[in-house]
């Protein structure tokens, strides 16, 4: 049983980057692309969250209670999953991934060059983004997903993976396709009966757990009983 956190977040926030995979990424893209540095730059992969927050263009509160409501409903949703025309940014093995011979997850062309078509980015920002979505695909029955700041600042939520990765769209929005099926949601306080919040620092959207101990004995003491 692995544990994860799964932000639930409607800001893009974060900057991630990666190393480049494909010398040539999209061959129907403008010529602004094609003097980018990053058809050429080769530079080691670095995963990190930082930059300002964007906010999402519709009415915050409408769409995390929609988000909530999905996730009681054991759809545990991810942003940065758009599907326009035959762009689509779908994670699932065959279609917007591979495992290569080391048996790594890595995105597939397509994938790579919807992501860069549908926002605007470089392959690294493709790239960066794709490693901390591809925990999705981690996820297996039985794991134990942590939400931290659901449903309120104050609270956290607690879900048991099942039936695992799904793309799908919601009718009100866009850019919220990822899906993790989920069972047994329950809602905790942050505390030290609990788990303290200063233990949730954790700054991809998606992450394993390792260094677990005191997630584990929450698990045993509460979510489980």
């Known amino acids: 049983m692995n544990l994860f956190v799964s932000k639930l977040s409607i800001r893009k926030a974060g900057n991630p980057t990666g190393k480049i995979l494909y010398s040539r990424p999209c061959e129907f893209y403008d010529e602004k692309y094609e003097d980018e540095d990053y058809l050429e730059d080769d530079e080691v992969e670095i995963f ?41 940014l779908d994670l699932q093995d065959g279609v917007g991934s591979f495992r290569d011979k080391n048996g790594r997850i890595q995105p597939t062309k397509k994938w790579v060059c919807d992501f860069m078509h549908l926002y605007d980015k470089s392959q690294k920002k493709a790239v960066g983004r794709f490693r901390i979505l591809s925990k999705l695909l981690d996820m297996e029955n039985g794991d134990i997903v942590f939400v931290p700041n659901i449903p309120s600042e104050d609270m956290f939520s ?58 584990r004995e929450f698990l045993e003491k509460s979510y489980f009983k």
């Open 48 to 88: 990190e969250e930082d930059g300002e927050e964007e906010e999402y263009e519709d009415d915050d509160d409408d769409i995390m209670g929609i988000l909530i409501d999905e996730f009681r409903d054991g759809r545990l949703r991810q942003g940065w999953g758009w599907e326009y025309d035959e762009y689509s």
């Open 158 to 215: 607690v879900a048991t993976v099942d039936g695992g990765y799904e793309f799908a769209l919601m009718e009100e929005y866009d850019e919220f396709g990822h899906i993790i099926h989920v069972r047994d949601v329950k809602e905790y306080y942050y505390g030290d009966d609990t788990l303290p919040k200063k233990l949730w620092s954790f700054p991809p959207a998606v992450v394993r757990i390792r260094k677990d101990e005191k997630f």
